[in-house]
């Protein structure tokens, strides 16, 4: 018995040991390969992560505004904007207003019981408006004695009776501070009153703030009449998007607040903060119970609400005429008055919104503080980001590794799955930004170089025994059909509509070429269609092409004119170009509802135009150079329209530069010709009828540069 139980525990152990070695080769020597090799790739990943590339901070920034989109506030907000917009400037004239006429918006709003007013705007200069000065301009210029003996002092200089009103209320007066040259001591600017709080284990208080060198504030009489101010500044990421804004800013040895900060200080009566800081920096701000999390360079990571409009807004010239309930809508309100209107230029950019106010922006910061809504990117949470960077690298490698291939297919799937899941739970829930980005990178990298390591290893028996030629011979041919697969090939491309009809054909010279040609729609009502020709030939220029091609396709969306898409795809095409190739481009949009066709012509053929009105000929106008040779080229819109009925041949030079025995071009007056003879026939018709003139022109001779072609005949105007 003992015999036989023993047998069934070997035979239980043999049929667990097969299964699990079904799905991992442990121990095998192209398994270790791999994984050292994994390793190895994820130690470089790992050392990219620590180096934080500027061009990878970018992507972090477009993850951080995807997971902000992702979170919704759960209560209303609190401060509120007197705005100076466009309605107040059509009613009480252009900027600057009098002085007077802030004087009094100011006292309204002070009078209704605000709790402390933040005024986003600096007054550097006097008012040139003040009865004072233009008596004097008027006796300078015109020797005209102005009597003002009637009229009280404080009314005779704006100035005095804006600095009158200022003493009188909550004001929190905004400045700028400046980091460059030298400037003196701030006379707005109010110190805050800090104690310092070093976190446990750190050696010594270190603050590393944003330094200032001096700042640009308002008039003297302004500064004295003030018992608070704040800065103004923002600090936009390097691709100009404001996501954090300093709270505080060093200047000669004092820490200076915000508007926003100064503005909730006043109207909370809060005398004095705690600052945390460690060896890192700063590390939060403490306003009685309230924590604010920093960053070490005393930024805050910005909580938006949304777009633009989050917050309540009244309209200046609304309060001035007394549309507004002002104890309603104010009292015990901390308020910002500053302006939205497009001209005054106080707009950024933000996650949510292209142009959005600097005083919402204040306005938002100071919602977080007053909500207690923070987001936060703690000092440990680039060491935990490390941390999973190295971890997912070691597990993708172990499992493509050691695992079946349909394993190794579905992990690195779920591992950036529960990496993205994590990432936001821990925004939503924890309300601290952790970046998946490296993780995600690690896990891209090391699955795109090792499966393709495994595939190499696995071929690599097989590839010894196939010679040098017909290895050559058979990427050429599986380079002409991915080629051929990239450009489109099933005519017509768009049997649905019967706004244009349209047809293309393609012959390279030899295996691959580099010739293209491409249409979409962009939307509804736009079709876009581009023909182009690389410098070169074969392996190189195909791939030229296949890159091209697949610019103009992602990009085209985003660009607001075929010139903006041409300018960005050739200093995308001049960077890293060691062999300097180039492309003649050619890019259209046509409107389907009004034939208007906008292009730009980067030194391509010029088009063949069919119309009934002029006939057929060669549309003039380049836009430009050839696109890939230099960057930061310029380049320029044109446009014409096609009339229903209409159409545009567009080809490259292998058309018109075909060659006969005796080495004559079969030429663009040929082309024309041909054309002439073709204008009722369909596009499909004219592509067929070109193509077989120039291979009557070549004859015997070999082909000696890529043919494309494509016709676009506009048939009827698209109606809604």
Avoid at 371 to 379: D, T, Y
Avoid at 392 to 416: E, M, N, Q, R, Y
Avoid at 428 to 440: D, H, Q
Avoid at 661 to 666: A, H, P, R, T
Wanted: aromatic share 10%; glycine share 8%.
């Amino acid at each position: 018995m003992r015999s036989l139980r023993s047998k069934k525990r070997k035979h239980f152990i043999a049929r667990k040991a097969d299964r699990y070695s079904a799905l991992f080769y442990i121990g095998s020597e192209t398994g270790r390969q791999i994984f050292f090799y994994g390793v190895f790739l994820t130690l470089i990943f790992l050392c990219i992560t620590l180096y934080n590339p500027s061009f990878l901070s970018s992507l972090e920034n477009k993850l951080y505004d995807t997971l902000i989109d992702a979170v919704e506030y759960e209560v209303p907000p609190i401060p509120l904007i007197v705005d100076i917009d466009e309605k107040s400037l059509a009613a009480l004239g252009q900027w600057p207003w009098p002085r007077y006429q802030i004087a009094k918006l100011l006292r309204l709003i002070s009078d209704a019981g605000a709790a402390s007013i933040g005024v986003d705007i600096l007054f550097p200069e006097p008012d040139r408006t003040s009865l004072n000065r233009v008596r004097q301009e008027l006796f300078i210029e015109l020797g005209i004695r102005l009597n003002l003996d009637n009229i009280p002092y404080q009314l005779r200089d704006n100035d005095v009776y804006l600095a009158n009103t200022l003493i009188q209320g909550p004001f929190i007066l905004g400045y700028k501070f400046f980091f460059s040259g030298t400037g003196n001591m701030p006379k707005a600017a109010i110190p805050l009153d800090l104690i310092f709080l070093n976190t446990p284990g750190s050696k010594e208080k270190q603050i590393s703030l944003y330094e200032a060198k001096g700042t640009i504030e308002s008039l003297p009489e302004f500064s004295k009449s003030m018992d608070g101010a704040g800065f103004v500044n923002v600090r936009p990421d390097a691709d100009g998007v404001i996501r954090r804004m300093p709270l505080l800013i060093e200047f000669d040895g004092k820490i200076y607040p915000s508007l926003a900060l100064a503005a909730v200080m006043k109207a909370k009566d809060i005398q004095k903060g705690v600052l945390k800081v460690s060896d890192m920096g700063v590390e939060a701000l403490y306003l009685d119970d309230t924590k604010i999390p920093l960053g070490p360079k005393g930024n805050l990571l910005i909580r938006y609400r949304g777009k633009k409009g989050s917050f309540d807004y009244i309209s200046a010239v609304d309060l001035l005429n007394g549309q507004v309930d002002v104890r309603e809508k104010l009292a015990n309100r901390i308020v910002f008055v500053g302006t939205s209107a497009t001209g005054l230029k106080d707009s950024y950019t933000t996650p949510f919104d292209t142009l959005f106010p600097g005083i919402e922006v204040n306005a938002t910061v100071a919602d977080n503080i007053l909500n207690n809504m923070f987001l936060s990117r703690p000092a440990w949470s680039r060491g935990g980001e490390i941390f999973i960077t190295l971890i997912s690298g070691v597990l993708v490698s172990f499992v493509l590794a050691f695992s079946t291939p349909l394993i190794s297919l579905i992990f690195p799937g779920i591992g950036l799955l529960f990496l993205w899941i994590g990432a936001l739970l821990m925004f939503k829930t924890a309300n601290i930004f952790f970046s998946p980005l490296y993780p995600w990178i690690t896990l891209i990298g090391c699955f795109a170089f090792l499966s393709l390591l495994r595939f190499r290893m696995a071929e690599k028996e097989s590839q010894k025994r196939v010679g040098q030629i017909h290895r050559i011979e058979s990427e050429l041919n599986v380079a002409r059909e991915i080629q051929r697969g990239v450009l489109p090939k099933v005519f017509p491309p768009f049997p649905d509509q019967k706004f244009v009809d349209l047809f293309a054909d393609y012959i390279p010279a030899r295996e691959v070429g580099g010739d293209l040609y491409d249409f979409f729609f962009m939307d509804e009502d736009h079709l876009c269609f581009t023909i182009g020709d690389v410098s070169d030939k074969g392996v190189p220029a195909s791939l030229f092409m296949v890159i091209t091609r697949t610019l103009i396709k992602n990009l085209a969306s985003f660009c607001s004119s075929p010139a903006d898409l041409m300018i960005r795809i050739n200093n995308i095409l001049c960077m890293d170009n060691p062999r300097a190739l180039f492309v003649t481009l050619f890019i259209g949009i046509l409107n389907l509802k009004t034939g208007k066709v906008t292009y730009a012509n980067g030194g391509h053929n010029l088009p063949v135009i069919f119309s009934a009105k002029q006939g057929i000929i060669f549309k003039q106008g380049i836009s430009g150079p050839v696109v890939g040779a230099m960057e930061e080229l310029p380049y320029t819109d044109l446009s014409f329209t096609l009339e229903p009925g209409d159409g545009i041949f567009l080809y490259t030079d292998g058309v018109t530069e075909a060659m006969d025995k005796e080495q004559k071009v079969f030429s663009d007056g040929q082309l024309l010709q041909v054309c002439s003879g073709l204008g009722k026939e369909s596009a499909t018709q004219i592509v067929t009828a070109v193509l077989s003139q120039v291979e009557l022109h070549v004859g015997t001779a070999p082909q000696s540069d890529d043919i494309a072609m494509m016709m676009l005949r506009f048939c009827k105007l698209k109606i809604d």
